[in-house]
């Protein structure tokens, strides 16, 4: 099973979070559900990332997984385009992407996984 049955519960926002290897400070993740061996090329997650305001990021990001990425709240710049909440991005292995900058600070739902 690639990912636990977890049915409806209340989240702690308060703890949990922390800063993703390869990612600058201010940039934090909360893994929900499942986990991602990145060297065996197997798994999925699902992780909430959020920006603090002003973070940023100066390097594209490239990945040998899928990425889904739902923007829940704040604002976040890519590549020149301010996108606001309510915006998804389905992106396949190997796409660069990035950087990343929210001067308001945001929040993203996002899953991983290898196909």
């Known amino acids: 099973m690639l990912k636990p049955h ?13 800063v993703p290897a390869g990612y600058p400070g201010g940039i ?3 893994v929900l559900a ?13 992780r909430l ?9 100066t390097e594209p990001f490239e990945h040998e997984y899928w990425e ?3 923007l829940v709240s704040g604002t976040l710049w890519v590549g020149g385009t301010t996108f606001r909440p309510w915006t998804y991005a389905c992106r396949p292995p190997h796409v660069p992407h990035g950087p990343f900058r929210s001067d ?12």
């Open 68 to 70: 889904e990425v739902f």
């Open 104 to 115: 308001e600070g945001c929040l993203l739902f996002e899953s991983h996984y290898f196909a």
């Open 34 to 46: 499942g986990a991602l061996d990145e060297a065996r090329r197997a798994g999925a997650r699902s």
């Open 49 to 57: 990332l959020r920006f603090a305001p002003g973070a940023f990021t």
């Open 6 to 18: 977890l049915e409806f519960f209340t989240l702690d926002m308060a703890t949990g979070w922390e």
């Open 28 to 30: 934090q993740q909360k």
